[in-house]
C-alpha cells in the first residue's frame, strides 16, 4: 500500500477532476497507465473503453485540455510549438485550442485593483468600461480613462489563477515524473524536461513586468521605422499582476482586405519587420496573428500583446540568417546542414536514410518557379522531416516557423501577388548590411577569441584534474543504473502489502488463541481483547483489498 499521503492526496479534488475528464473523453487506458483508479469513484474504475489512435488520440486530447483548463490550454498552445517531438497531426490539434472564456465578474476585479494599487487606483485612474475589451483565462483587459484624460488599455490578471495554475503544476510535475519512470513515451519525448519548459513559460507570461519590458524593447528596437510601433507602457502604474498601456487606435489586420489604398504596402512592411526582427534583432513576436495587429494612419503596424516572444542568440542568427539564404534560393542541402548544427541528433540517427529524404525534399521543389513556393508548404515539410528523425530543435525555432508563415498568409490576404520568398531575397542585402558593419565584426572578432581562450583555459583545469587524480591514485569510473524507479517504487507498493498481510495474518492467529481461553473481560461471550484483534484484522483487510481494487491491478 503506497502510503506517501503527501505525493497522491495533497490535491486530491483536481486529480479526482482529471482522472474523470479522461474517462469521460474516452482515454480511460490513461487512468491504469498513470495510476490515477484511485481518484476515481468506485463504479467508474472498471473501464473497457478502446485506445483511440492517430488523429481521433489527438482529438480526444485537445479536448481533454480544453476542458481542463487555463494551465492546460497554455502547456498544449507549447505544445504546439515543439514539431520535433511530437507528430504533425498533434501539432495540428493543439494549435487549435482557444484560449477564452468569460471575464470575471467586474467588482471581483475592481476589489483586485483597489488591493494592487492602493492610493493609486483613486489618484490615477479616472474611469474604468466595466465590460471587458478581451478575457482570456489569465487575464482580461478594459478600456480605462487616466487622470490626464488619457485612454488607455488595462490588462489585469485574473484573482486567484495564480494559485490555480500552481497546483495544476505540481500535479503536471507528478504525472510527468510517473509517465517518464514508467516508460510510457518513446525517448523522444521527455516529460519532465517539457513540464519544467512549460513552467518557465508560464511563470514569465503571468509576470507582467516581463511583457512589458518586452514591448520596451520591442519599440527601442524599431525607434528608427516610424511605420513600425507598439503601444508605449506606463510603467509607474504597471505592476506583476497589471499591465497599463496605451490604447491602439486603429482597425485590426484581420479586418484589413485587398481594397485598403496600401495593402500592397502593408505586406510586404509586415514581412520586412518580422525578418528584421529574427535576423538583425534577435528577439520577435512570436504571435503575429492578425488580431495582435493594428493599422494606424493607413500605413503603420502596430503589434500588441507581447506575452509570447522569441529570442535567438548571435550565434543561432547567423545560422538562421545562412538558413534563410538556403531557403530562398532552393539550397535544400545547406538547409538541412544547418538544421544539423541547430538541433541534437538521437544515438540511432541513420545519416544515410538523412540524406535521402533530404533528396526527395530537394526533388519536391526542383525547378519549381519562386513565385509558386509556398514557404508554409515548405516548412511544413521540414518540420515532418525533423520529427521523422528525432532531431531536438529550440523551441524558438519553431516559433519562428509558425510566425513567418502566418506572415506569409496575412500577406497574401492584403496582396494577391504578395510572395514572402521574393520580400526574403531583397531583405538579404539588409542582413549583409548589418552583419558587414565594422562594431559588429569588431564584436564578432572579440568573442570568437574569447571563447578560444575560455575552452583553452577549461581544456588545461581538466587535464591537470585528470592527472592529479591519476598520480594520487584517487581516479574512479561511476556507473549509473537509468529507468529502474519505477521497478523500486512497485518493489516498495509489493512489500508494503507483504508487510500489512503478515501483520492481519498474525492478528488473526493471535486473537484466535485469546478466544480460546478464559480470559476476562468478555464481549459475546468471548475474550474482549481477541475480539478487538479480530476487529483490527478485519478492518486493515478490507483497507488492503480497496487498495488492491483501485491500484486496478488484480
Given at each position: 500500500?503506497?502510503?506517501?499521503?503527501?505525493?497522491?492526496?495533497?490535491?486530491?479534488?483536481?486529480?479526482?477532476?482529471?482522472?474523470?475528464?479522461?474517462?469521460?473523453?474516452?482515454?480511460?487506458?490513461?487512468?491504469?497507465?498513470?495510476?490515477?483508479?484511485?481518484?476515481?469513484?468506485?463504479?467508474?474504475?472498471?473501464?473497457?473503453?478502446?485506445?483511440?489512435?492517430?488523429?481521433?488520440?489527438?482529438?480526444?486530447?485537445?479536448?481533454?485540455?480544453?476542458?481542463?483548463?487555463?494551465?492546460?490550454?497554455?502547456?498544449?498552445?507549447?505544445?504546439?510549438?515543439?514539431?520535433?517531438?511530437?507528430?504533425?497531426?498533434?501539432?495540428?490539434?493543439?494549435?487549435?485550442?482557444?484560449?477564452?472564456?468569460?471575464?470575471?465578474?467586474?467588482?471581483?476585479?475592481?476589489?483586485?485593483?483597489?488591493?494592487?494599487?492602493?492610493?493609486?487606483?483613486?489618484?490615477?485612474?479616472?474611469?474604468?468600461?466595466?465590460?471587458?475589451?478581451?478575457?482570456?483565462?489569465?487575464?482580461?483587459?478594459?478600456?480605462?480613462?487616466?487622470?490626464?484624460?488619457?485612454?488607455?488599455?488595462?490588462k489585469v490578471k485574473r484573482p486567484g489563477i495564480d494559485r490555480k495554475i500552481s497546483v495544476d503544476i505540481e500535479i503536471m510535475e507528478n504525472?510527468?515524473?510517473?509517465?517518464?519512470?514508467?516508460?510510457?513515451?518513446?525517448?523522444?519525448?521527455?516529460?519532465?524536461?517539457?513540464?519544467?519548459?512549460?513552467?518557465?513559460?508560464?511563470?514569465?507570461?503571468?509576470?507582467?513586468?516581463?511583457?512589458?519590458?518586452?514591448?520596451?524593447?520591442?519599440?527601442?528596437?524599431?525607434?528608427?521605422?516610424?511605420?513600425?510601433?507598439?503601444?508605449?507602457?506606463?510603467?509607474?502604474?504597471?505592476?506583476?499582476?497589471?499591465?497599463?498601456?496605451?490604447?491602439?487606435?486603429?482597425?485590426?489586420?484581420?479586418?484589413?482586405?485587398?481594397?485598403?489604398?496600401?495593402?500592397?504596402?502593408?505586406?510586404?512592411?509586415?514581412?520586412?519587420?518580422?525578418?528584421?526582427?529574427?535576423?538583425?534583432?534577435?528577439?520577435?513576436?512570436?504571435?503575429?496573428?492578425?488580431?495582435?495587429?493594428?493599422?494606424?494612419?493607413?500605413?503603420?503596424?502596430?503589434?500588441?500583446?507581447?506575452?509570447?516572444?522569441?529570442?535567438?542568440?548571435?550565434?543561432?542568427?547567423?545560422?538562421?540568417?545562412?538558413?534563410?539564404?538556403?531557403?530562398?534560393?532552393?539550397?535544400?542541402?545547406?538547409?538541412?546542414?544547418?538544421?544539423?548544427?541547430?538541433?541534437?541528433?538521437?544515438?540511432?540517427?541513420?545519416?544515410?536514410?538523412?540524406?535521402?529524404?533530404?533528396?526527395?525534399?530537394?526533388?519536391?521543389?526542383?525547378?519549381?518557379?519562386?513565385?509558386?513556393?509556398?514557404?508554409?508548404?515548405?516548412?511544413?515539410?521540414?518540420?515532418?522531416?525533423?520529427?521523422?528523425?528525432?532531431?531536438?530543435?529550440?523551441?524558438?525555432?519553431?516559433?519562428?516557423?509558425?510566425?513567418?508563415?502566418?506572415?506569409?498568409?496575412?500577406?497574401?490576404?492584403?496582396?494577391?501577388?504578395?510572395?514572402?520568398?521574393?520580400?526574403?531575397?531583397?531583405?538579404?542585402?539588409?542582413?549583409?548590411?548589418?552583419?558587414?558593419?565594422?562594431?559588429?565584426?569588431?564584436?564578432?572578432?572579440?568573442?570568437?577569441?574569447?571563447?578560444?581562450?575560455?575552452?583553452?583555459?577549461?581544456?588545461?583545469?581538466?587535464?591537470?584534474?585528470?592527472?592529479?587524480?591519476?598520480?594520487?591514485?584517487?581516479?574512479?569510473?561511476?556507473?549509473?543504473?537509468?529507468?529502474?524507479?519505477?521497478?523500486?517504487?512497485?518493489?516498495?507498493?509489493?512489500?508494503?502489502?507483504?508487510?500489512?498481510?503478515?501483520?492481519?495474518?498474525?492478528?488473526?492467529?493471535?486473537?484466535?488463541?485469546?478466544?480460546?481461553?478464559?480470559?476476562?473481560?468478555?464481549?459475546?461471550?468471548?475474550?474482549?481483547?481477541?475480539?478487538?484483534?479480530?476487529?483490527?484484522?478485519?478492518?486493515?483487510?478490507?483497507?488492503?483489498?480497496?487498495?488492491?481494487?483501485?491500484?486496478?491491478?488484480?
Amino acid at each position: 500500500m503506497d502510503m506517501n499521503l503527501p505525493k497522491h492526496y495533497r490535491h486530491f479534488q483536481r486529480y479526482s477532476e482529471i482522472a474523470q475528464i479522461l474517462v469521460k473523453n474516452g482515454l480511460g487506458f490513461i487512468i491504469s497507465q498513470l495510476d490515477l483508479n484511485k481518484y476515481l469513484p468506485f463504479r467508474k474504475r472498471i473501464s473497457t473503453a478502446e485506445r483511440p489512435t492517430g488523429k481521433m488520440l489527438a482529438v480526444k486530447i485537445r479536448e481533454v485540455l480544453q476542458e481542463l483548463g487555463p494551465a492546460y490550454i497554455k502547456l498544449g498552445q507549447l505544445l504546439s510549438t515543439r514539431a520535433d517531438v511530437f507528430p504533425p497531426v498533434f501539432i495540428t490539434e493543439m494549435r487549435k485550442l482557444q484560449d477564452k472564456v468569460p471575464p470575471e465578474n467586474f467588482e471581483l476585479i475592481e476589489e483586485f485593483l483597489k488591493n494592487e494599487l492602493g492610493d493609486k487606483f483613486e489618484q490615477e485612474i479616472i474611469k474604468i468600461e466595466k465590460e471587458a475589451v478581451g478575457a482570456a483565462s489569465i487575464a482580461q483587459t478594459h478600456k480605462i480613462v487616466l487622470k490626464n484624460n488619457e485612454e488607455a488599455i488595462m490588462k489585469v490578471k485574473r484573482p486567484g489563477i495564480d494559485r490555480k495554475i500552481s497546483v495544476d503544476i505540481e500535479i503536471m510535475e507528478n504525472l510527468a515524473r510517473q509517465a517518464e519512470e514508467r516508460n510510457l513515451f518513446n525517448s523522444v519525448i521527455r516529460p519532465v524536461e517539457i513540464i519544467q519548459e512549460f513552467k518557465r513559460t508560464i511563470k514569465d507570461e503571468l509576470n507582467f513586468k516581463g511583457e512589458m519590458a518586452n514591448i520596451i524593447r520591442f519599440r527601442s528596437d524599431f525607434a528608427d521605422n516610424p511605420y513600425i510601433t507598439a503601444p508605449e507602457v506606463y510603467s509607474e502604474l504597471s505592476t506583476v499582476n497589471l499591465l497599463i498601456m496605451e490604447e491602439i487606435k486603429g482597425i485590426k489586420l484581420r479586418e484589413v482586405d485587398q481594397s485598403h489604398p496600401h495593402n500592397k504596402f502593408i505586406a510586404e512592411l509586415g514581412a520586412k519587420a518580422l525578418m528584421r526582427q529574427v535576423l538583425i534583432n534577435g528577439f520577435f513576436h512570436a504571435d503575429p496573428h492578425p488580431g495582435n495587429i493594428f493599422i494606424t494612419d493607413e500605413k503603420t503596424i502596430a503589434y500588441v500583446d507581447f506575452g509570447m516572444v522569441g529570442r535567438i542568440t548571435e550565434e543561432d542568427r547567423d545560422l538562421m540568417a545562412l538558413l534563410f539564404y538556403a531557403l530562398i534560393n532552393k539550397k535544400i542541402n545547406v538547409l538541412m546542414d544547418v538544421i544539423l548544427i541547430l538541433g541534437s541528433k538521437p544515438d540511432n540517427f541513420n545519416r544515410r536514410r538523412f540524406q535521402l529524404d533530404m533528396e526527395k525534399i530537394l526533388d519536391r521543389y526542383y525547378g519549381s518557379d519562386l513565385a509558386n513556393i509556398e514557404i508554409k508548404a515548405v516548412f511544413e515539410d521540414l518540420q515532418y522531416f525533423i520529427y521523422e528523425h528525432q532531431i531536438r530543435m529550440p523551441q524558438d525555432f519553431f516559433l519562428l516557423f509558425r510566425a513567418i508563415a502566418v506572415s506569409e498568409g496575412v500577406g497574401q490576404d492584403l496582396d494577391p501577388d504578395f510572395n514572402v520568398v521574393e520580400v526574403g531575397r531583397s531583405f538579404i542585402s539588409d542582413i549583409l548590411d548589418d552583419r558587414m558593419q565594422l562594431n559588429r565584426i569588431a564584436a564578432r572578432v572579440g568573442s570568437e577569441i574569447w571563447k578560444f581562450g575560455r575552452k583553452k583555459y577549461e581544456l588545461n583545469n581538466q587535464l591537470k584534474s585528470v592527472l592529479e587524480k591519476l598520480v594520487k591514485d584517487d581516479f574512479t569510473i561511476n556507473f549509473r543504473h537509468t529507468n529502474l524507479e519505477n521497478l523500486i517504487s512497485r518493489l516498495d507498493i509489493i512489500s508494503n502489502r507483504i508487510s500489512m498481510s503478515m501483520i492481519i495474518a498474525s492478528l488473526i492467529i493471535g486473537s484466535t488463541l485469546l478466544i480460546q481461553t478464559d480470559m476476562e473481560p468478555r464481549i459475546f461471550n468471548i475474550p474482549l481483547l481477541g475480539f478487538i484483534g479480530y476487529s483490527f484484522a478485519g478492518i486493515l483487510g478490507l483497507l488492503l483489498v480497496i487498495s488492491i481494487f483501485r491500484s486496478g491491478k488484480y
